[in-house]
């Protein structure tokens, strides 16, 4: 059974980082850690990444997957400096900002960790992403809480779409 300790996700404990887990465990495929919570992103003032869900493999320092919701744009380097050495070139983070215009989809790269930005309203991080990665709601109602996140951290490791590929600083100014 793969422990904490094992993954990129020990250093975000040790730090004290990883909040109100709804999961925090293996999941149901051999080797991969999840987390179902809030991610501190800043402890004074506290500032989280809502709504987080992510993924992890035994023995790998870096997150394979990551999902959230941030209330502001400005929030992102702050996301991209606590992700840091738990990120991944062939990662797949998909960040959901508060403050995004409905139509803005963009691909940043901020200290070499690249995210994809997406809008979102009043809906939530988990039906966006069974959206964006067209997958089945009614089968997943059926799932618990790990085998969800199996399934969704599967499709984000096999999502391939592109979208405008943005500087920080140019998303700044188009808010």
């Not at 990444?49 to 919701?69: H, I, K, M, R, V």
């Not at 200290?111 to 069974?130: A, C, K, M, Q, R």
């Not at 089945?136 to 590929?165: H, N, P, R, S, W």
């Amino acid at each position: 059974m793969t422990s904490i300790d094992v993954t990129a996700f020990q250093r975000l404990e040790a730090e004290g980082r990883l909040l109100k887990p709804a999961l925090k465990a293996p999941t149901h495929r051999a080797g991969r850690f999840g987390f179902r919570g809030e991610i501190a992103l800043s402890l004074d003032p506290p500032v989280t990444l809502e709504a987080a869900f992510a993924a992890t493999e035994e023995g790998d320092a870096a997150l394979s997957f990551l999902a959230g919701s941030l209330t502001s744009y400005k929030q992102l380097p702050a996301l991209a400096e606590i992700l840091g050495p738990s990120a991944k070139a062939d990662g797949k983070y998909f960040i959901y900002v508060g403050d995004l215009d409905r139509a803005s989809r963009y691909q940043i790269s901020i200290e070499g960790v690249s995210l994809y930005v997406f809008p979102i309203d009043d809906t939530s991080v988990y039906n966006e992403l069974i959206d964006v990665l067209y997958l089945d709601k009614t089968k997943m109602k059926k799932f618990d809480t790990a085998e969800k996140l199996d399934v969704i951290a599967d499709g984000a490791a096999k999502y391939d779409q592109t979208f405008e590929a943005i500087t920080y600083e140019e998303g700044l100014k188009r808010l």
